[in-house]
């Protein structure tokens, strides 16, 4: 069946291009890792079910406002938007067809948001090459993409996430469509006001940051596959068995476990920080099968 947009206008509006630019080495708070190797620490969220507030029933966990700011764009827009709309860039290009699913990202959520009452904000989209200075930090690509808070930013290196597709086995432009979305998962818990809490934890209990961590990566599975079924239930991102497929494969490369034993030869549960393997691909499949952000609740028993 392959990928089908329900238009192919793509809207760069939100997007920040930097690439060709510089960032330096990474340094700072650290952004929070996504659908990449996710080898550094990171800034971890938890559910406002775990630590006081917020219900499990229907509709959407309320919302908490908080200040944020979004870089400028160091690229002129008008370049890729003319590139982007041209027919059949959306299928040529890699960056075209971010765009576009960060576009359906936006509008699927604005929706789901508007359904619960409340007004969704979007993240920007940050292009980058090799390194970039961010809310977080100076990041480099080597961390994969990621979303930082501050900024309320998605960063992606395209250079880099080619790489990641090729080297750990997360191919298809589907998984494409997963990486991102996971990363768009990161902005909604930064939405839902739980940066502030789990801070807090963290600090009372230490011993528990890789557990809440590993938490707020399948929660993000789970928002990506939530989205999917949405978009594909409104005919915004229409998908087959094949496509679904390449985004359980590629959550299911980027596991702690399989990215331990390429890069070190042996696997360490007591450092992971993202899931396994298996996990990661079942919580994506939650999220696609239940089409709710309500059963994406990965902080139970914690």
């Not at 309320?152 to 250079?159: A, L, Q, V």
């Not at 939405?191 to 600090?203: D, I, M, P, W």
């Amino acid at each position: 069946m392959g990928i089908d947009f329900d238009d192919q206008k793509v809207d760069v509006s939100g997007v920040n291009d930097r690439r060709g630019g510089g960032g330096g080495g990474f340094g700072g708070p650290v952004a929070i890792g996504g659908g990449g190797i996710g080898i550094v620490g990171l800034i971890v969220f938890v559910l406002l079910q775990v630590l006081g507030g917020g219900g499990s029933s229907g509709g959407l966990p309320q919302l908490v406002p908080q200040d944020g700011s979004v870089q400028g764009s160091g690229a002129d827009e008008s370049d890729l938007a003319t590139r982007c709309n041209q027919k059949g860039a959306i299928d040529q290009y890699d960056d075209c067809f971010l765009v576009k699913v960060y576009n359906e990202v936006n509008e699927v959520w604005t929706d789901e948001f508007a359904r619960a009452g409340e007004t969704y904000e979007q993240p920007a989209l940050t292009f980058f090459t090799q390194a970039v200075n961010t809310g977080c930090g100076q990041a480099t690509s080597e961390v994969g993409p990621f979303y930082c808070p501050p900024d309320r930013s998605i960063y992606i290196d395209i250079g880099f996430l080619d790489q990641l597709q090729q080297r750990f086995g997360a191919q298809g432009r589907y998984a494409q469509a997963y990486i991102l979305a996971h990363e768009a998962g990161h902005h909604l818990q930064s939405l839902f006001g739980t940066e502030r809490k789990v801070r807090s934890a963290q600090q009372a209990d230490p011993s528990k940051q890789n557990q809440l961590s590993i938490a707020l990566e399948l929660q993000a599975d789970c928002y990506a596959g939530v989205w999917s079924k949405l978009a594909d239930d409104a005919g915004n991102v229409s998908v087959g068995d094949a496509e679904v497929q390449q985004a359980q494969d590629a959550a299911a490369a980027v596991g702690d476990d399989r990215i331990q034993k390429q890069t070190q030869g042996r696997v360490d549960k007591e450092s992971w920080t993202h899931g396994s393997a298996a996990q990661r691909k079942q919580w994506f499949t939650t999220g696609r099968t239940t089409g709710d952000v309500n059963a994406c609740n990965t902080f139970k028993g914690l």
